[in-house]
């Protein structure tokens, strides 16, 4: 299947939407358009010639395990020979370990590209970058020399070990052992599943980021400790030892992905060295987590990119029926499907969330950026409290974005031949992985909209409020833009009120609605980015820009989203005021 | 996996909501509670006996085609010999040619279990239904002799050919042709795909339904006649002959469904005979159509229901977590899903929409019962204008319900092994086939609404009314249901009146919003089905029934309904109402 990646609508975003160049955050200055496209385009290229080529084959090939070896499907090794060649991992990365130092939000445009082209392959690489960016973060100097740049460059890869067979989202019940040695490292004893890229055929050693119990540490989650645990042992002159007490107990066969290697992990008295501080497992493992929500959100809806991009040519070719309004191809024996209006309801549906979408992600890219490169606890904050909205809210609508567009093939969607079905079971994944969406919505209402005295979620509708004050003058915008966005955001102060008035009462109140007010935060998010597209493709043409025909494209996207997806608040706030009586009336046994 | 058949909730609707055997249907007096349970609950013990146990197995097995010979998963031959025994197939079917005439009620109640059990095998016996009641309507006496009897015992199956690799929903595309013979017969010479149960190795003998083109047709669908095509040709004296020309290319490699064999079907001079009227042949597969859409909507919620049913067993027994108000396992390591609200929101968002739409079928299936036992023009009608919303919006909630079913198992629902993806794999094919939803709703919107001076349509807002007006004074059911179901009725109505007003000016505005509209329709339909089964289940504490716990659940799931998935009816009445300005502005080079 082919794959063109969206440079176009990534420059918009980047220099119109967000204008990152006169942005004062250290490192964006450089970002000017010409240095961005010959990235964007490079990552394209790639994409396209190298990662889109392999997708279909290696979900129809899979991962096997022979003889304790994982060999990755026919292609992959040399691609992934490609990806290291490029220097892809280490875009936003530290220099001193061989990375490039960009600012994250180039990693963001370029990862979404890569997961477009082939989500399973990606992921070799984008848990590399999510487990050295923790060794970054945790490790002692003599850790980080010895990892970080055989990390950065690929020439090893990553993994993270949470979830026990018993366990995944209530990891305080984690039964693996690490047992403290003389020489100050630990024995690792235990079994985790589900461990995506666990193992494989394209490094030459794979480092495991391990929870687990170290004796002493008390009961739950405060007893777990992180450790680094790799497949081969590393000499002190960073040359390979000896094969580590690791092993692939099995690769899961799974709905999807079959590209990565899911792997249940068997460790046998495994050397493993603690990363950051004892007993402080869960917090060094945050660090990774929060990157990885980040980068699943990223794959929610770039999964849903290539979906959309073959349902536009199959709409554009496919001939079926005739216009209601008469026909458009009166030589040809029908009309093709995109003349109808409900494949048209389905495409734009498509289309207006994945602009949406890929604007949201790029500003939460560039609050990271400025959380860390200015050190600004408000941008933190605030991009705290996005990063349940980004996971949970775009995989739920990248996977009805890719089921949606795998309708518009009809009984061809269904054959596995076409490709369609495949980015359908791939996303439904990312639905899953790295904390369930009722759990995103949990950690959201529970923890992230309370958190600092409500400070963030305050900012955030200072931001929405600022923007509509700022432009109300505007007519146009006004009517098609600032209305239903004021009047989304009205819904989520509305529902905001609703779990603080009742909430305290019973915390079920709040609980009951928290996946409506993820959703419901959602379409404010997407709504005030398509607010702020508007304005930029308002100014273009005003400034007579040469390619009218994309900001034309860009408001009509827009007034597409404001219009029919917008008034979903109220169903979520009406729902979110049921409260808990219609949700937890029912005593289990009546189920 | 394991299933339990329902038949609780079906003796509910049967005898409470619909009080069938009081019903004036000619064959209803006989449907009495002991006389219906005993057919449900011998269902139930096949379908979870022999039917569910093979779902899975079929699921990872599929079926092969070795030397022009389709061979169905182990265990299928013996379960369709079960499936004949119990003359399942001819329940509704005339006692002339073997069947037992009961009330085709009575066959969708069953049918739902057979599906909930393993829809990819029910399929063989679905089709076959379909086919024989076509030739049973269209067909001259030495063809229902022929064939009916064989095809009502399942000695012998049917399918239907329509779809050609370059057309399925606009069939006046078609190219397979049908030349007359000297003796009456035709040779019929083309290729068909994606035929369900297009060949296997459990019958004696395959009918095919084909639709082609005769000499003398015209353009179009007008030139289109359908013929039997029979895989053996069968002797006057009902013995079978030689092989006809007809084989199977290849069987499709699918997302789901995978135990039926879903066949590229080549015709090549096959002999065939022409069923009903020359070039009538659409109006003849209409007939087919019309059953074979009702019974994609109950597949739509059938393959829902053993999702469910094992989601709740899942929420029960996995510990994860604790409850927000306390611990309610203290001496276990963690608490049960279950008592998790989001949890919660997820399980009751199934069960009220699998307990809605039961009812809806079975409402469905009583109005056809009237419209063919007491030739009812208005109960045909009304069938006929809600077919499109029990086969649009069913499969599409359907699909939606086995995928949050899936969601409740976290990581292990994306296992192959665990059962939850082959639910969702399987459901995703029912928004598909008989017509797209999209193509539903335009037939809902284009066809159904207008049709027969819209008195169908007014029909059904008197019974919404009249159910209403007859009782608004009971105060519980009027705060609970009849004021959610009044305000959604109102926007159903002010969804076709503006249609109405701008459907005359401009068809797309129309039909723009016909896909919200048949989800409107459908969420009225559901709240007038849990309205009525409030009343009823009131009506039964009144007087102290025995199982109360059954009544209160039934109300409670119904106040969850009607306060969390009503409101979206207004969200749907938005979309319409913003016209076609948003769906159909971009120029087909924009997308």
Redesign the interface.
Known sequence: MSYTAPTRDMQFVLNEVLEVSSSDVPGYGELEPDFTSAILEEAGKLARDVLAPLNASGDREGCRLENGVVYTPEGFKAAFEAMKAGGWNGLDLPEAYGGQNLPTIMYTAVGEIFVSANMAFNMYQGLTHGAVGTILAHGTEAQKATYAPKMISLDWTGTMNL?EP?????L??IRTKAEPQDDGSYRITGQK??ISAGDHDMAENVVHLVLAKAPGGGEGTRGISLFIVPKFLVHEDGSLGRRNGVSVGKI?????IHGNATCVMNYDGAVGYLLGELHRGMSAMFTMMNEARLAVGIQGYAVAEPAYQAA?TY??ER???RA??GAENPSG??D?L???????????DQ?SFLEGARAFVLWGAALLDRAHRSDDAAAEGLISLLTPVIKGFLTDKG?EAA?NA??IF??H?????QGM?QF??DA??T???EG???VQ??DLV?RKLAADGGKPVMAFFEIVKGFIKENEGDEALNADFLEPLKAASKDLQAAGMYFMAEGMK???AA??G??DFMHLFGHVCLGLMWARSAKAAQAALANAAADR?FY??KL??G??YM??QL??T??HL??IR?G???????P?E??
């Open positions: 979830t018993h366990c995944g989202t209530d305080g019940q599943i589900f899961e066969e799974k709905m999807g536009v709409a554009k001939l079926q029926g209601v309004t024996p029908a093709p995109i003349v109808h209006p409900d494949i048209r309801r389905n495409l734009m289309k996977f089921v795998q309708q009809g009984g969607g269904y054959i596995e031949e079905s359908a079971r439904r994944i639905m899953i992985y369930a969406n009722g919505a949990l529970g019973n915390p079920n609980l009951s928290s996946y025909a034309e494209t009509a996207t007034r597409y219009a029919r008034p979903l109220a169903t009406a729902r049921s808990a009586e219609p949700v937890m009336s029912l289990a009546a189920f």
